[in-house]
């Protein structure tokens, strides 16, 4: 990818940044943590924001402009992300929505599905949530166990999901689930969308370290699914799964390299503050994170170059989202001994981020099960043979 910038990438930077500068958030609620239900808390704070962001046609740029995006370039996104970071506006409510389920549908889907699912994900009317991850199927999502069964027009769902973030939101779920025992548990799998307002589907908090409740269990007891829902064909839902965590890890690695930037350049600042750029000891740490953050960076842009090759990211967005991770867990940690107490306070901005960042290895693929794609996908090393 040519990093020099065209005139309308300029353009299209100045624009942003305009529009920004002229339409800042609402203040940030003090109070009410992701999991709160109730006006004036977080998650309606980005809600309202991404309805901004929707009314001025700057939700998701990158969308076909048939779509309600821009036709926006993989710079111009790129762009996008940086512009958002740098004028440190919080993340659309329905985020998933935006850089996982649109652009699977977009791949997958039918024409009617397109028509019907892509707008209210843009609006944030509709919030979407993942619904991947059961008890004993994580890394090895293949192994899942909640079952659809045909029944008519309709498919008949029953089964668990857990760690399913914003369920509690969400209208739609991208639920991948077994419909057939039969054969290879990769092939048995299909894709569908599921309908969160149902009886059949009851969504139960879970409260994290953070003390808040950002995910949650998912029991599915005869949930009904019509056959229109399902996404990409009965059987090919293994397929359809990898291009929803193919961009969870490119797409979200991009936003967070940003988010990681930021909050180095705001650790660096308070150590400037504290006179401890001089200590050899922080200031090779804070180095070494500086060179972490641009390697990272580099690599975030060279995964769009593979999405402008290929069409879609490749399992390098496997590397980003690991290096981020990592990064992030040092960062936060080098930020508690250079903030101290305040930093270990419930209720600080950085106790949040120090305790949040511990998810960062698990959530979107854990580092094992990434070191693992890229040792096999990305260096083609061969693949490690289970020992009995
Ligand atoms: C903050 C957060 C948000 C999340 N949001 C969602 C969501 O919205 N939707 C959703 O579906 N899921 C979500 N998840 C779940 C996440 O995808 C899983 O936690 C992750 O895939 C790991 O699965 P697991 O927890 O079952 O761990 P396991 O797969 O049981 O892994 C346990 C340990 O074994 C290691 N391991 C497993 N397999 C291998 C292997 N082949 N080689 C080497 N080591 C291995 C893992 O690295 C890990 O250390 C979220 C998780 C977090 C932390």
């Known amino acids: 990818m ?8 300029t353009a299209f930077r100045g624009e942003l940044r305009g529009w920004l500068a002229e339409n800042p958030p609402a203040p940030e609620p003090s109070e009410g943590g992701e999991d709160e239900g109730r006006e004036g808390t977080h998650f309606f704070w980005r809600r309202d924001w991404q309805r901004r962001l929707y009314d001025a046609g700057w939700a998701a740029p990158s969308w076909p402009t048939e779509y309600g995006g821009r036709g926006a370039s993989l710079t111009e996104s790129a762009i996008y992300f940086e512009e958002l970071g740098r004028a440190r506006v919080p993340m659309a409510a329905n985020v998933l929505g935006l850089l996982l389920g649109g652009p699977t549908l977009m791949v997958w889907g039918t024409q009617e599905q397109k028509d019907r699912y892509l707008a209210p994900i843009l609006s944030a009317e509709e919030i979407w949530c993942q619904g ?11 192994a899942l166990k909640t079952r659809a069964v045909k029944d008519g027009e309709e498919w008949v769902v029953t089964g668990q999901k857990v760690w399913t973030s914003g369920a509690q939101y969400s209208k739609w779920c991208m639920l991948v689930a077994r419909t057939d025992g039969e054969v290879a548990k990769h092939k048995g799998l299909t894709y569908f969308l599921m309908d969160m307002e149902q009886d059949a589907v009851q969504v139960r908090p879970l409260r994290q370290i953070t003390g808040e409740a950002e995910f949650n269990e998912l029991f599915i007891e005869e949930a009904r699914i019509p056959d229109a829902n399902v996404v990409g064909g ?16 490119a797409g979200l690695g991009f936003a967070l390299q940003i988010r990681l930037r930021q909050l180095l350049d705001d650790l660096i600042a308070i150590a400037a503050e504290r006179g401890l750029l001089e200590d050899a000891l922080y200031a090779d740490a804070l180095a070494e ?3 972490r953050c641009e390697s990272i960076r580099l690599l975030a842009w060279k995964g769009l170059t593979d999405v402008e090759k290929y069409g879609q990211p490749g399992p390098e967005g496997s590397l980003v989202k690991w290096l981020w991770s990592d990064t992030n867990q040092r960062l936060t940690q080098l930020a508690a001994d250079v903030i101290g107490p305040q930093a270990l306070t419930a209720g600080t901005s950085w106790s949040y981020e120090l ?13 094992e099960v990434l070191k ?13 043979k289970a020992t009995a």
Request: hydrophobic content about 40%.
């Open 289 to 291: 994170l500086h060179v």
């Open 132 to 142: 991947f991850s059961e008890p004993d199927a994580g890394s090895d999502l293949a």
């Open 372 to 384: 693992n794609i890229v040792a096999e996908r990305v260096l083609g090393l061969p693949r490690l």
């Open 2 to 9: 040519d990093l020099t910038f065209s005139e309308q990438e």
């Open 234 to 249: 009965v059987g090919n839902g293994w397929k359809v799964a990898l291009t929803t965590l193919m961009n969870e890890r």
């Open 355 to 367: 305790l949040r960042a511990r998810g960062n290895t698990l959530e979107g693929g854990t580092t």
